[in-house]
């Protein structure tokens, strides 16, 4: 069992900055891809950002240029510093864990963008 835990999130203003951190319990981190992903009521979960074990990036059109993911195996941790926040980055984000036999999200923490 992995545990996936989120932690970051909270109140930014519009052209504000903020970073989160999912940490991924056990000792297969540096073989996983990781994700953030963000959801508002009503919609589907989007992925927002990702990271392979190589270090290989994607991101949606949306976040391009304003985000960034990162991820630091030696502390099993993943980031995603976000800059240049508008309101429709309003959103529970949720990190994922995933490899060819594995798939953990974690429960998600809220960020919400407003003056």
């Known amino acids: 069992q992995v545990q996936v835990v989120e932690s970051g999130g909270g109140l930014a203003q519009p052209g504000g900055s903020l970073r989160l951190s999912c940490t991924a319990s056990g000792s297969m981190f540096s073989t996983v891809d990781m994700g953030w992903y963000r959801q508002t009521p009503g919609k589907q979960r989007e992925l927002a950002a990702s990271?392979?074990?190589?270090?290989?990036?994607k991101y949606a059109d949306s976040v391009r240029g304003r985000f960034a993911i990162s991820r630091n195996s030696a502390q099993s941790t993943v980031y995603l510093q976000m800059d240049s926040l508008k309101p429709e980055d309003t959103a529970v984000y949720y990190c994922?864990?995933?490899?060819?036999?594995?798939?953990?999200w974690g429960n998600g923490t809220l960020v919400t963008v407003s003056s």
């Open positions: 994922r864990a995933t490899s060819n036999v594995m798939d953990f």
């Open positions: 990271i392979t074990s190589g270090g290989r990036t």
